[in-house]
């Protein structure tokens, strides 16, 4: 009898390690970090299809996201997929595309990331007003159709800006901030 419960507080000390551990895992995973495996090839030069993320979610507790962070986005469709993009504009901004360069309030922008010589497009449109909690971003492959992005879905409201990626983890060879 005593053999069996001593075995039973041996195996209730494993579940309640178990349980633990999965809402603490539970917990960093919808409040600290996240990762996320890259699909597609929007982002390259910067990332490439395969290259997998660590991605921040409690930054945004405090703070909005910040010219150039590469942020992970619900995508519009409501399918459930997310897609990763450079944020471009911010609240307030007015977001031009003009003979295939991008003018952030009236300011040409600097853009070191993406490709030379690709002149951007723009699929319906080429001028945003961003409102309150709105966001412009697109991705860094500006060769055309290689990204779906603000140009084509519009400004990204801040509710649906989940993490900001943060490090390319893998493959090892690569392994950087962002």
Request: with cysteine; glycine share 8%; charged share 30%.
């Amino acid at each position: 009898m005593e053999k069996e419960n001593k075995e039973k507080e041996g195996l209730m000390g494993w579940v309640q390690t178990i349980l633990v551990a999965l809402v603490l895992a539970f917990l960093i995973r919808s409040f600290i970090f996240n990762t996320t495996l890259v699909i597609g090839e929007s982002m390259e030069p910067t990332l490439h299809e395969r290259d997998r993320l660590i991605c921040l979610i409690f930054p945004f507790y405090f703070s909005d996201p910040d010219y150039g962070d590469i942020v992970i986005i619900d995508a519009p469709n409501g399918s459930g997929e997310e897609y990763v993009k450079r944020v471009v504009g911010r609240p307030g901004d007015r977001i031009d595309i003009d003979q295939g360069r991008v003018y952030r309030n009236g300011v040409l922008l600097e853009e070191d990331y993406i490709h030379q010589f690709v002149e951007t497009e723009t699929y319906y449109g080429d001028q945003w007003e961003l409102g309150e909690g709105e966001f412009f971003v697109m991705g860094d492959n500006r060769h055309p159709q290689k990204s779906i992005d603000s140009r084509a879905f519009g400004p990204v409201h801040k509710d649906h800006i989940n993490s900001r990626a943060f490090l390319r983890y893998y493959p090892f060879s690569k392994i950087a901030k962002l």
